[in-house]
């Protein structure tokens, strides 16, 4: 496939020159077509340095795609991304130093144990040999896979080959991670541990960029979120600001014993609660069920919230 610039390709380390004015990753007008399906149409995403930056939306919404983009495997059909300050259509090189990607799969790589796993791209990344032991111990202890140092790749588990992927992305120290789904697949003593390890790179001052289905799954971990669907922004802003946005505006479809049913407004889960507790004490009509409705984020909420990553 023509627009597909490399799959493979790691960059040796060097300087960081970018200034720290700049957003992490700024997704400007971004376009991507495959063939004539738009898969992502004009996005703008401003991610903000040292942030945990969610993009959440139902399957087929862009989010691999966006990623792929910026994490160099993918050019544009219009539109650009820049990570730290570096365009990955021009400068590949500069991106791959500054950033790890966690792609949503792990690919193969038979007849290689864990541990050789993790040198080769410490080797890719021309780290020093001298520092690859220490590395290789730090990285598996940081994502509490030290009992399978000697393990081979394709014995793991699911849930063990998404650990050994944060892992690989994290080799070569960079400052901005893109993370595509790395929940999913993940036992819920996993994912507790996975939300730690995030607030814990986060508070080594890297920029954590983050994919799910699911919005509670993003809602407790993430200072911004972004909402997608086919291609486009929905909502994006801090993780309150979008959550209360999406919230809002939801109806209500009361069914009484009598067989009517009324539909109400309510603008937020303090008024959902009121509108509950008085039909509940009405004593003119007995309520027997409550339902939700509607459309557009109201639906969108819905399937996000009540989503699994399988
Ligand atoms: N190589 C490709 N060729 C053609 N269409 C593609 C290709 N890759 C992705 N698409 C289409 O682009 C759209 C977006 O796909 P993408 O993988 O970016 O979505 P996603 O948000 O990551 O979904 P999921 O949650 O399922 O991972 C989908 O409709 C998909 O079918
Ligand atoms: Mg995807």
């Not at 063939?35 to 040292?50: N, R, S």
């Not at 080959?161 to 697949?185: F, N, W, Y």
């Not at 009598?258 to 309510?266: N, P």
Request: hydrophobic share 40%.
């Amino acid at each position: 496939m023509s627009d597909v610039i490399e799959k493979t390709g790691v960059e040796p380390a060097g300087p960081d020159l970018s200034e720290a004015a700049h957003p992490a990753i700024a997704v400007k007008n971004l376009t991507k077509r495959y063939g004539k399906f738009t898969a992502v149409e004009d996005l703008v995403l401003d991610i903000p340095q040292g942030s945990i930056y969610g993009l959440v939306g139902p399957n087929g919404a862009g989010k691999t795609t966006t990623f792929a983009v910026a994490a160099t495997l993918l050019r544009p059909t219009s539109g650009s991304v820049e990570v730290m300050g570096h365009d990955p259509a021009r400068d590949a090189r500069a991106v791959r130093r500054v950033m790890g990607y966690m792609p949503d799969g792990l690919g193969v790589y038979a007849d290689l144990d864990v541990d050789e796993y993790l040198r080769f791209f410490a080797a890719a990344y021309k780290l020093p040999s001298s520092r690859w032991d220490q590395l290789i111990d730090d990285l598996l202890e940081l994502v509490a896979l030290h009992s399978k140092r000697t393990a081979r790749v394709d014995s793991l588990s699911r849930g063990m080959k998404q650990r050994l992927s944060l892992a690989r992305a994290l080799v070569h120290d960079p400052e901005v991670l893109i993370l595509d789904e790395p929940a999913s697949g993940l036992d819920p003593r996993a994912r507790s541990e996975l939300r730690s390890l995030l607030l814990q790179l986060a508070s080594m001052g890297k920029t954590i960029v983050i994919s799910s289905h699911i919005l509670a799954e993003l809602e407790d971990v993430c200072t911004h979120i972004a909402i997608m669907q086919e291609g486009k922004v929905l909502a994006a802003g801090s993780t309150s600001d979008v959550t209360s946005q999406l919230a809002a505006g939801r109806r209500l479809r009361a069914r009484f014993a009598d067989g009517t049913t009324e539909d109400f407004e309510v603008a937020d889960e303090t008024g959902q609660a009121e509108l509950l507790r008085r039909l509940a004490l009405d004593s003119e009509r007995q309520v027997i069920e409550f339902t939700r409705v509607g459309g557009g984020l109201e639906e969108l909420f819905l399937s996000l919230t009540k989503g699994t990553d399988e």
